[in-house]
């Protein structure tokens, strides 16, 4: 039986060599790849086409939840595994509506790693036991109330994340431009559209909706004008 082959992202080079070695150990996984960013994630998932990512969120240059997006739209066959510091409602629920398989926070204990790469390459869901029991009470609480999922009321599309993100990172228009190999004129009319969409007017609110959007952290932005 062939290994499940697995691409690892992760921005942390200490967390990547700690799963990768607790990987190792493991006959039926094989690491065929590595990446420190989200964009790195999704062109290495191109040219690998791993059976299962295990996917950071918080990741410079393109945070996890729009590689995620990115890499099953060009190859729905993958499973995405989310594995993140962040265990709350909100982010769960962000990746799980863009497509990823399950679900797993850092405290999770290590062997739990290995079994939900086997159980989400097999198509089967898998979550941390803590997300897991509150999925399953918001999701009765929900059906007995007769409530609809809920939608991100902004529609922001993959290319506007993309540039957000950056935004909220520091990048000048030019620097934003050269990262996504478009014009600086390009740049601009995203970014008048995220004000016109977000009704916000400035980079520093553009930034703080990042921050609380989940697309960046509030330790990436240095500085918030």
């Known amino acids: 039986m062939n290994p499940i082959t ?103 204990a290590s062997n739990v790693l290995a079994a939900a790469i086997s159980e ?29 999922p809920r939608k991100d009321a902004a529609h922001l599309t993959s290319r506007e994340v993309e540039v957000l993100q950056l935004i909220a990172e520091g990048k000048a228009n030019k620097e934003t431009a050269d990262e996504l190999h478009i014009s600086i004129k390009t740049v601009e009319k995203h970014r008048q559209k995220l004000m016109e969409k977000l009704n916000i007017h400035d980079t520093a609110s553009l930034t703080r909706y990042a921050i609380s959007a989940g697309i960046i952290e509030s330790s990436v932005q240095v500085t918030i004008l």
């Open 6 to 108: 697995v691409l690892l992202a992760e921005d942390h080079l200490i967390v990547r060599d700690g799963l990768l070695a607790l990987l190792k150990l493991e006959a039926g996984i094989r690491v065929v790849g590595e990446a420190e960013n989200g964009r790195q994630a999704v062109a290495l998932a191109a040219s690998l086409s791993p059976d299962v990512v295990v996917m950071d969120i918080a990741m410079p240059l393109l945070n996890g939840l729009e590689a995620t997006r990115q890499i099953l739209h060009a190859s729905p066959s993958t499973r995405v595994l989310i594995l993140s510091a962040h265990g709350d409602d909100a982010y769960v629920e962000q990746a799980m509506a863009l497509g990823a398989a399950g679900y797993l926070v850092k405290q999770t």
């Open 120 to 148: 989400v390459c097999k198509g089967h869901p898998f979550f941390s036991p803590s997300i897991s029991k509150r999925r399953y009470h918001h999701q009765r609480k929900a059906k007995a109330m007769g409530e609809k």
